[in-house]
């Protein structure tokens, strides 16, 4: 075993050593009620209105004559942000973190465990930082490759979501900080946030979009949530009755706070009434001095009270609310466990989660890995190979220790043993269109290389700034799937002149490749992998990691074969937007209306070979089943196969998709290991939602069970009755 493996086992157990010595050192819910109560009984009206909104960018009101603090915040769903002082006043201090990969590259690694020690990181560094709550995960789901929060995101699949979710919030609250999972609900488009009124079947809203958010809740506790911007049927999210009160707090049974995305709170009896607990935003309109008493949930809220129309038993249960995630984050006692920022433990889960989130999509003749004991020059094209990310995005942004891009990863790998020569072959600007002089310099540069490692695809802008070069961002939208900056014509240049070219995309998500992927043997996807994403990236191209990544979403071929566009439900119109695919999100869409994508749902290649054999399915109670079955590296090379189990209903009573995900596994072997692998599939893994009856059910009936390695390529099959 190396000394870095060895450097990650033990970091993982220590890190999971944590959640159990704060769980003892945590007090009981009944506990934090009585305090919670003892405390509320001694607030003035005044003093409980101020707890509910904001006192800062950053912070809620606290009662200092109590000893209650303000509770503290910050974005982050992969880094802790940069400081805000009050007013967005930007405060000059060292406040460099570990820059994690985003949500999406989190999720292709479809590893659990990972999601956990990705927490852990943000929760220490939060802690290290003085916050109380980190504002992540996001878990809108992909609906639409337009998306350009996509990246933030994790999966077209509820079930993927779930279950990378729970680890990511386990691990931040391990650290006595409080996760914020967000944006509920249906935050799935940039554009028009602040007023699109959504809509969808109760039956996608129960199967696609619910289930993360349930899981949340109710498996990873989380202690915190954030209210989406847009309306769902014609009530803002964030003081949205059925969503809030029925749904998150009743049938769920949320215990946490329920908090606004900043500025949307809209009216001031409805979030009373529908379940927000605290307002926050900043009035920028008012700077450099808001008066956050001015707040919809501020001053006029004690004038209601005042006035008989709002019981302040309400505002006591906003209260309780706060105090309670208070108490579970230890605002009141030295309990919390000492947050550190920018260690190599950090840096290593960091690169960690970039080698298993690289996925590779396309390897014909072999092309990868490079060898580069046979190379003497490469060349490296395209402006992303040199271009930094972790400033960038909008909300998302984050301070940086150091982030190595690609051109540094493939340097520092190769040494100096190989002559490296780079040429951008194009400017990040909007209107740029093919250069024919910096294409010649680039086609020059792949003609007298052994080997081309093309790095283009999405930015998410210049640092620091929401600007006109954006389509990974917060408050946009990508207009196409089409690549910007005119790469399609530099990528066929680049082929042409050297066919040993391997494509690397950055970005969140999808893009047109139809004009030259039949001239490129290999492709890989690498999503914004993070501080150490230069290097995983180069270790990967060149052999020293096998790849073992998989798509957590679907690559469609264009544009007009997903399915908002078939269905004509994106982007909406006259501010409305009616989700007309209903459950057929994603590959539920492909394979059931038969459209061949790009690339797949869980599809990714590894340097290596599986074998699926020997399935064996028994009921293991009246309404569910044990599959097992054997893995085997077939290969020559040491690498990991993500098993996927997927479900279908041979003759349902209501519609439903072609196939869905019910179970996964993520298996490392040696060349010529084999292991067997179980997985449990519950009753939920057979049942839907009957919005007929507003009930979950199972049908009487027989299922296939189908085991493989993507949601195309099913390796094993087998049958299991209920009838």
């Not at 009530?235 to 749904?247: D, M, R, S």
């Not at 006591?316 to 000492?338: A, G, N, Q, T, W």
């Not at 189908?706 to 299991?720: M, N, P």
Request: with cysteine; charged share 20%.
């Amino acid at each position: 075993m190396n000394v870095r493996n060895l450097q990650w086992m033990l970091t993982m157990l220590v890190s999971s050593c944590i959640p159990l010595w704060l769980s003892a050192q945590t007090l009981d819910d009944a506990t934090i009620y009585r305090k919670a109560d003892s405390l509320i009984a001694l607030m003035t009206l005044e003093e409980k209105v101020n707890m509910i909104h904001a006192s800062s960018s950053f912070t809620s009101g606290g009662v200092p004559r109590l000893g209650i603090p303000e509770l503290v915040m910050s974005d982050g769903p992969h880094g802790v942000r940069m400081e805000h002082g009050r007013g967005w006043t930007e405060l000059h201090v060292d406040d460099s973190v570990t820059y994690l990969p985003v949500g999406v590259c989190l999720a292709a690694t479809w590893n659990p465990q990972l999601g956990y020690a990705f927490g852990t990181v943000l929760g220490s560094e939060a802690n290290a930082r003085g916050r109380d709550v980190i504002l992540g995960p996001g878990i809108c789901v992909i609906r639409t490759p337009l998306n350009g929060r996509n990246f933030e995101y994790m999966s077209e699949d509820p079930y993927l979501i779930s279950k990378m979710v729970v680890g990511y919030i386990q691990g931040v609250q391990s650290q006595g900080i409080a996760a914020c999972v967000k944006h509920y609900l249906a935050n799935n488009q940039e554009t028009d946030r602040f007023t699109i009124n959504v809509d969808m079947p109760e039956r996608a809203l129960q199967e696609i979009y619910l289930p993360g958010f349930k899981a949340a809740v109710q498996q990873g506790n989380v202690l915190t949530l954030m209210g989406a911007y847009n309306k769902f049927r014609g009530q803002y999210c964030t003081e949205n009755a059925y969503l809030i009160h029925n749904i998150l707090k009743s049938q769920l049974g949320f215990k946490g706070l329920v908090m606004s995305d900043w500025g949307a709170v809209h009216n001031t009896m409805e979030a009373l009434m529908n379940g927000t607990d605290l307002e926050m935003g900043t009035d920028l309109s008012m700077l450099p001095n808001p008066d956050y008493h001015k707040f919809f949930m501020g001053d006029t809220v004690i004038s209601l009270v005042k006035r008989g129309i709002v019981p302040e038993s309400v505002i006591d249960e906003k209260v309780r609310r706060i105090l309670y995630v208070m108490y579970k984050v230890h605002k009141f006692d030295s309990l919390r466990p000492k947050g550190v920022r920018n260690t190599p433990e950090h840096q290593a889960i960091a690169l960690k989660v970039a080698k298993e989130g690289i996925v590779l999509l396309k390897n014909d003749q072999h092309l990868l890995p490079f060898n580069v004991k046979k190379i003497k020059t490469i060349a490296v094209i395209g402006a992303s190979a040199d271009w930094k990310n972790a400033r960038a995005g909008g909300s998302s942004q984050v301070p940086a220790l150091f982030e190595i891009t690609p051109l540094q990863g493939i340097r520092d790998l190769v040494g100096n043993r190989v002559r490296v020569v780079y040429a951008s072959g194009y400017r990040i600007a909007r209107d740029f269109h093919a250069d024919p002089a910096m294409i010649q310099q680039a086609v020059e540069a792949a003609r007298k290389a052994d080997i081309v490692i093309y790095v283009g695809g999405w930015i998410h802008g210049y640092s620091d700034a929401w600007d006109d070069n954006a389509f990974d961002a917060e408050g946009v939208d990508k207009p196409d799937m089409y690549l910007p900056f005119d790469q399609d014509t530099l990528i066929k240049a680049v082929l042409k002149a050297n066919p040993r070219t391997a494509i690397v995309l950055m970005g969140g998500g999808p893009v047109d490749m139809t004009r030259w992927i039949d001239q490129a043997s290999a492709i890989v996807q690498a999503w914004y992998p993070g501080m150490e994403g230069g290097k995983a990236l180069a270790e990967i191209l060149f052999g020293l990691v096998n790849p073992s990544g998989k798509l957590p979403m679907t690559f469609p071929k264009t544009l007009a074969d997903n399915p908002t566009a078939r269905f004509d439900s994106y982007p909406g119109k006259q501010g409305f937007e009616y989700y007309s695919e209903g459950l057929f999100v994603g590959y539920r869409y492909y394979d059931t209306y038969h459209v061949q994508p790009q690339f797949c749902f869980g599809h990714g290649l590894s340097y290596t070979t599986f074998a699926y054999e020997q399935l064996q399915i028994e009921k293991s109670g009246p309404d569910s089943v044990t599959v097992r079955f054997t893995l085997r590296n077939t290969g020559s090379m040491a690498g990991a196969e993500v098993a996927q189990v997927y479900v279908h209903e041979e003759q349902p009573r209501m519609v439903r998709p072609e196939k869905e995900l019910k179970g996964f596994q993520k298996v490392f072997l040696q060349p010529g290991e084999s292991r067997t692998v179980t997985i449990r599939l519950p009753r939920s893994a057979f049942s839907y939602f009957d919005d007929h009856r507003m009930q979950w059910v199972m049908d009487p009936a027989r299922f296939d069970i189908l085991i493989g390695s993507s949601s195309e390529d099913i390796r094993l099959k087998g049958q299991v009755d209920f009838e």
